[in-house]
């Protein structure tokens, strides 16, 4: 069984949690971050960021449908939705490719998996005085100073 001690753990890498987890670290504290994607989380990855990708693609289409009011003539062109689709993954690939770069600069260690707070019988324990899960609030802990927690991250992954 593998111990690991952080001064902070952050479940989930979405916009909350990626930049508590550099801010934690911009502060002078070891942070652990586990998530079961790429940085960034469902909203960097496959949510928000690539469906804004999407609809910049549509608004460009609607400008080309309308070039004749801006003093445009086209004589035609073609909207590819595939290309459009991979255009979407590369943004979002970039994000999360800047993300996983201030990860490694500011030393922040990523777990691959998912986490989940629990208080014995884990393969793996991570010690931490500070647990953040941006997702739900209720799971936010504090600690005295000099107190531990213990309580542990299971990783399903």
């Known amino acids: 069984m593998a111990t690991h001690k952080f001064d902070v753990v952050v ?4 916009p909350g949690g990626y930049v508590s987890a550099i801010r934690c670290a911009q502060l002078g504290l070891s942070v652990a971050t586990v998530e079961d994607d790429r940085p960034g989380g469902v909203c960097l990855n ?3 960021i690539p ?3 999407l609809l910049r693609n549509a608004e460009v289409v609607t400008l080309l449908n309308h070039a004749a009011d801006f003093g445009i003539r086209l004589t035609g062109f073609e909207a590819s939705y595939p290309e459009a689709v991979q255009r979407s993954r590369r943004v979002a690939d970039r994000m999360a490719k800047g993300v996983e ?9 990523l777990f ?3 986490g989940t707070l629990t208080t014995k019988n884990a393969n793996e324990t991570r010690t931490f005085d500070y647990c953040v899960n941006p997702a739900n609030k209720n799971t ?5 100073e000099g107190t531990t927690l213990n ?3 299971v990783l399903t992954k």
């Open 46 to 48: 496959w949510g928000c």
């Open 51 to 53: 469906t804004k990708a």
């Open 140 to 144: 936010y802990q504090e600690t005295t």
């Open 112 to 114: 691959p998996g998912r």
């Open 151 to 153: 309580l542990t991250v």
């Open 11 to 14: 479940v989930g890498t979405g």
């Open 101 to 109: 770069f201030l990860f490694r600069k500011n030393k922040i260690t």
